[in-house]
């Protein structure tokens, strides 16, 4: 067996290792089972990623400890990384609600981040299977396989930075949580997040494609962005957003019309033209498949005229507090991130270092820190990275 030393190994060369590894220092080493780093980020943002918001502070984070993630956001912020690519002249652009996206290829930020990484003198070994992981006197002995051949890797740092399970596909595995739990760490409950709601077969299979901007509530939070109709549910920013904090067995509110009074709408439509259909003034006011499809479930028939107060007030209800309940989830096959994963309780927040073994960092979607759509998780990759790397 092949013997190796690296001050610092990194497991994973995803967006939190690629970023430590670019700031570790001198005799570092980041392995990946993949054939290439930074997959998801190629795939991120349609292809474009949306590498951080402008808006990201603490509230757009999710975790068992609601706290923890602050202090590494704060000392290396979404400006932190707007200035890393602006100097890398990458262009960019804001797309909505402060998501910042390149202007041309996501590939871009994977490039630079190699960049950085050659500049620091990291080494990249890909098609690497980790096989153990230990530590013994005061230093972390990592077994790998690359090329066939065994290779034992000494270190004094191990940092763990193989994401979640989201997109098994893709090589996501739960490496980092096994061997966290090896190392004596809690993991937390993990679920699919950022991820399409399922409903019954065909439920709304005759409005697939239908989007609309609506406000999707449950009894915790509420999002108003776009809801998507598909084959097998409802995906859309809005949906995945309430993802994140919908379980099974529970109800989501959908409002088709946020921000608008449609009783008083109504009634005064009926008032200045009460000879309109009904379905024909909610046309106006909505894509005209979902209109048709809930003018047949909620029996729309007749003029404006002839509707009563109490109707009205029905129909406002169906379109503003449609309350509808999913079977599930798509899963990991499509989850943009996981939620859960390596408690904080045994982490420090300014370092990620583990309390429990000294020199042990764990970092990015691995951690139990899940953002929101839109830039959000990419901060944390980035943030998370460089509290490590400035500690190490
Ligand atoms: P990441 O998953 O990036 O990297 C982990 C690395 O570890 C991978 O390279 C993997 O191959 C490797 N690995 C895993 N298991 C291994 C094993 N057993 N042995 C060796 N290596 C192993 N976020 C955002 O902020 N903006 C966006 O636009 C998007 N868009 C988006 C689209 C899609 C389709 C997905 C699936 C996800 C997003 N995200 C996102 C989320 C974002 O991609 C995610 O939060 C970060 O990539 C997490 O970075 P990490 O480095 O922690 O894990």
């Not at 690296?6 to 001198?26: D, K, S, Y």
């Not at 993802?243 to 009783?263: K, M, Q, V």
Request: proline share 3%.
């Amino acid at each position: 067996m092949q013997r190796r030393h690296f001050r610092t190994l990194i497991l994973g060369a995803g967006a939190a290792g690629l970023m430590a590894g670019a700031h570790c220092g001198p005799d570092t080493l980041i392995v990946d089972h993949a054939k290439a780093p930074g997959e998801k980020i190629r795939i991120s943002g349609g292809g474009r990623c949306n590498f951080t918001n402008i808006y990201c502070d603490s509230s757009q984070f999710l975790g068992q400890n609601p706290h923890f993630h602050k202090s590494a956001l704060a000392r290396y912020t979404q400006w932190d990384f707007i200035d890393l690519v602006s100097r890398h002249g990458i262009a960019w652009h804001e797309k909505t609600l402060g998501q910042l996206f390149c202007d041309g290829q996501a590939t871009q930020i994977i490039d630079m981040l190699m960049k950085e990484l050659d500049k620091s003198g990291t080494t990249l070994w890909l098609n690497t299977s980790v096989r153990e992981c230990a530590h013994r006197d005061g230093r972390f002995v990592t077994r790998v396989e690359n090329a066939g051949q065994d290779i034992e890797i000494t270190s004094d740092f191990l940092i763990l930075a193989t994401g979640g399970k989201s997109i098994p596909k893709m090589g996501a595995t739960g490496l980092a949580y096994d061997i966290a739990r090896d190392f004596g760490h809690e993991v937390t409950e993990t679920r699919p997040a950022l991820v399409p709601l399922t409903f019954d077969k065909g439920r709304f299979a005759p409005l697939a494609g239908v989007s609309s901007k609506a406000l999707i509530r449950n009894d915790k939070t509420g999002f108003e962005e776009a809801l998507l109709f598909t084959h097998r549910g409802l995906s859309g920013p809005a949906i995945l957003q309430i993802s994140s904090y919908w379980r099974e067995g529970e109800a989501i509110e959908i409002d088709l019309l946020p921000g608008l009074d449609l009783a008083t709408h109504l009634r005064r439509a009926r008032h200045a033209s009460g000879r309109r259909a009904v379905t024909t003034e909610l046309g106006q006011l909505l894509p005209a498949r979902l209109v048709s499809f809930l003018a047949e479930v909620s029996d729309l028939t007749g003029n404006l005229a002839d509707l009563s107060d109490v109707r009205i007030a029905s129909i406002a209800q169906a379109f503003k507090a449609w309350s509808l309940k999913p079977t599930g989830s798509e899963g990991y096959r499509t989850a943009e991130v996981t939620l859960g994963g390596i408690s904080t309780s045994e982490l420090s927040s300014k370092s990620m270092e583990s309390r429990k073994v000294p020199g042990l960092y764990m970092i990015g979607e691995a951690v139990d820190v899940t953002g929101w759509l839109g830039g959000y998780n990419f901060q944390w990759a980035w943030s998370s990275a460089m509290a490590a790397a400035g500690h190490i």
